[in-house]
């Protein structure tokens, strides 16, 4: 079985929370505050694992949480951090952000490792609140949620050259006869569902692994057939080669078909069409196909493509077709897929955080959105008064409630802080 494509739920470990405690030792009747803080939450870690050749595990296995770090305790002792949470892909593996649709992560190399979400930090003890005009605190905070995300991971072959055209134009046979790979050969379209890969060796050190790419017919790019499923194995492949039926026998126009093709790969990516391309005019073992290779070589050398005529079942030409796909090799650089993507994603600092938002969800209902008062009201021990009395100074502090007064917010109205809900007053 394979499958390429995975959704799944992620989320760090929560922070442990910080302690409330003082020293109590003999003839030390008011020992000060020893409240330890809380241990952070694990990271959710995805690593590159090379035994693993597709995404099948994650179709019985799809929320990954990482470990919650540990409370503080007394005598100063904090809380133990977290384990991460480690989670294996295979080579190739594309992780997405399913909220916005940006690249996240482009897993290539072997141990590469991504945080796709990070744990939350540990809530501070008594200990840490200590100042001059406050000599016994008892607040502690409690701990930092951890981050928690829906993702799309995507597996696209890892392949240097791909070969690529409509359903039964020969690429199966082709890649069978200049490697080791053997898939699925019939008379009928469709035969390969899944992407094959093969090494092509042509002397030591000039080794390159070749795919082959299930035929694409128009209108792939929107999903037809099994467009989508196709063209996203495409995008990793430094070199394309594209067969053609020469000889045309099953009553298509090969330079039409080319022409169509090409159509899908730029509509699916711009970055696609910028890849060298060459031409496997394939099957020139028929007669049909002798009558055509003209026009088919005139057609190409207008505009400019390397057109190479191949047999693949007798093996004519194919050397030599496979030696220009490695001098291409060499001067192509690998593709990044992150680099490519016009907008990145990348984990936003604290100095660079959007404001707070104010919005209305409904008469007398407001929501306040911002990463510092969601943090704050997470953290807060509202059970505590003296930590709900440092809330307070806090939010004043913010000027939040003159962002409110702006916003519309009329005393009575409620106003909701991650799920909390507060009623306004002034």
């Not at 069978?176 to 042509?202: C, D, K, M, Q, W």
């Not at 049909?288 to 505009?303: F, G, Y």
């Not at 016009?342 to 209305?360: F, G, N, Q, S």
Request: with cysteine; hydrophobic share 40%.
């Amino acid at each position: 079985m394979f499958v390429d494509r995975a959704k799944i739920f992620v989320k760090a470990g929560d922070g442990g929370n910080g302690m409330v405690s003082f020293r109590r030792e003999k003839y030390v009747p008011r020992g000060g505050p020893n409240g330890g803080d809380g241990g952070r939450g694990g990271n959710v870690v995805f690593e590159v694992d090379p035994n693993l050749n597709t995404l099948v595990d994650f179709r019985f296995n799809r929320r990954f949480i990482a470990e919650r770090g540990g409370n503080g305790q007394s005598a100063n002792m904090h809380g133990q951090n977290g384990a991460d949470r480690i989670v294996k892909v295979p080579p190739g593996t594309v992780i997405i952000d399913e909220k916005t649709g940006h690249i996240l992560a482009d897993l290539t190399e072997i141990g590469q490792q991504f945080v796709a979400a990070y744990g939350g930090r540990g809530g501070r003890g008594n200990a840490r609140f200590v100042s001059s005009t406050q000599r016994a605190p008892r607040i502690a905070e409690k701990g930092e949620p951890g981050e928690e995300k829906n993702l799309l991971l995507e597996l696209k072959v890892l392949a240097d050259v791909g070969l690529v055209g409509y359903p039964s134009v020969g690429k199966s046979s082709i890649i069978s006869r200049v490697s080791a790979a053997r898939p699925e050969i019939a008379a009928y379209h469709f035969t390969t569902t899944n992407p094959v890969l093969g090494v092509v060796s042509l002397g030591e050190g000039q080794n390159f692994v070749l795919a082959d790419i299930p035929g694409l017919i128009e209108g792939a790019h929107q999903g037809k057939g099994l467009g989508l499923d196709f063209l996203r194995h495409i995008e990793r492949t430094r070199v394309l080669i594209h067969v053609l039926d020469a000889s045309g026998i099953e009553g298509r126009d090969p330079v039409e078909d080319y022409d169509k093709v090409c159509s899908e790969l730029r509509l699916y990516s711009e970055h696609l069409e910028e890849r060298p391309q060459i031409i496997a005019a394939n099957k020139i073992d028929l007669p049909e196909a002798k009558v055509n290779l003209p026009r088919i070589k005139e057609e190409m050398a207008r505009r400019q493509i390397e057109v190479f005529p191949v047999s693949a079942a007798t093996g004519e030409g194919l050397a030599a077709l496979m030696q220009r796909a490695f001098q291409l090799l060499k001067l192509t650089e690998p593709v990044n897929l992150l680099a490519e993507e016009k907008t990145r994603i990348r984990r936003v600092t604290a100095d660079e955080e959007a404001p707070v938002r104010v919005r209305c969800l409904e008469p007398g209902l407001y929501t306040l959105e911002g990463r510092d008062i969601e943090r704050l009201v997470a953290m807060t021990d509202f059970d505590n008064d003296e930590a709900v009395f440092r809330f307070q100074r806090i939010w004043a502090k913010m000027g939040l409630d003159e962002l409110l007064q702006d916003a519309g917010v009329m005393p009575g109205d409620t106003v909701r802080v991650r799920g909390m809900d507060f009623e306004f007053q002034k």
